[in-house]
């Protein structure tokens, strides 16, 4: 098993473009969660989406930023119109369904930076 | 509100001091407490869990709720052990964590 699988690991943008971050969860996980670290502050909650669901996107900044978890393939946290604040590290966690949060595993983060 | 604190940005000792990394959380109701270490850019990795009462690496931590703390305590810390350290909480669908310590072991 793999592990959580997160790409690109690098990513730098100019402002104003798109940024997109792919995470693939472990083998059989079916619920992701998407957490944003910024510099010198703790992990901050973003979203929580199951297969083509999102259940909680209660950390999730209002405008430009997205997430999707599609059937098929991995979930994407997207950000548009990228600004120097977005720099950060994006970390993807999964767990298997029906375990509950004691059960989540995370990737090596996507560390963003906007130029 | 759901918080978690940890007071200290960074935690210094010296390889084979104790060493006590503080974490004091707000819950209303029965909190599950977690504790997990990232070491240099790699990816979390759970340390240890309030309900099982396990210790990993040397490293154990008591739920008191009375004082609302959750501490990850280690008698004698080695050189490995430096890294961001990170309590947190479930809350609903999803973990709330802490600003981490980051303890540096000095030879």
């Known amino acids: 098993n793999a592990g959580v699988m997160q790409n690109p690991r690098h990513l730098v943008r100019r402002r104003g473009q798109e940024a997109r971050l792919r995470c693939s969860p472990m083998?059989?996980?079916?619920?992701v969660y998407w957490y944003r670290q910024l510099p010198e502050e703790g992990l901050k909650f973003m979203v929580y989406?199951?297969?083509?669901?999102?259940?909680?996107e209660s950390g999730m900044p209002k405008e430009r930023f997205s997430a999707e978890f599609p059937k098929e393939g991995p979930s994407i946290l997207r950000i548009q119109q990228v600004v120097r604040g977005d720099s950060a590290a994006y970390f993807c966690?999964?767990?298997?369904?029906?375990?509950?949060?004691?059960?989540?595993?995370f990737g090596e983060g996507s560390w963003l930076t906007v130029v | 509100a759901q918080r978690v604190t940890q007071p200290e940005k960074l935690l210094s000792v010296f390889k084979g001091a104790p060493v006590e990394l503080k974490c004091n959380y707000s819950?209303?109701?029965?909190?599950?407490l977690f504790w997990y270490v990232q070491y240099s850019r790699q990816r979390l990795q759970l340390l240890l869990r309030?309900?099982s009462r396990e210790s990993i690496k040397g490293f154990t931590a008591d739920l008191n709720k009375g004082e609302t703390s959750f501490h990850l305590k280690k008698p004698f810390a080695q050189e490995e052990d430096s890294a961001m350290y990170y309590c947190?909480?479930?809350?609903?669908?999803?973990?709330?964590f802490g600003a981490g310590t980051i303890l540096r072991v000095k030879s």
């Open positions: 966690a999964s767990s298997p369904p029906g375990q509950g949060r004691n059960t989540i595993y």
């Open positions: 083998k059989g996980h079916s619920h």
């Open positions: 989406l199951q297969k083509e669901n999102i259940i909680d």
């Open positions: 819950y209303s109701g029965s909190p599950e």
């Open positions: 309030h309900i």
């Open positions: 947190a909480l479930t809350s609903g669908n999803k973990l709330v």
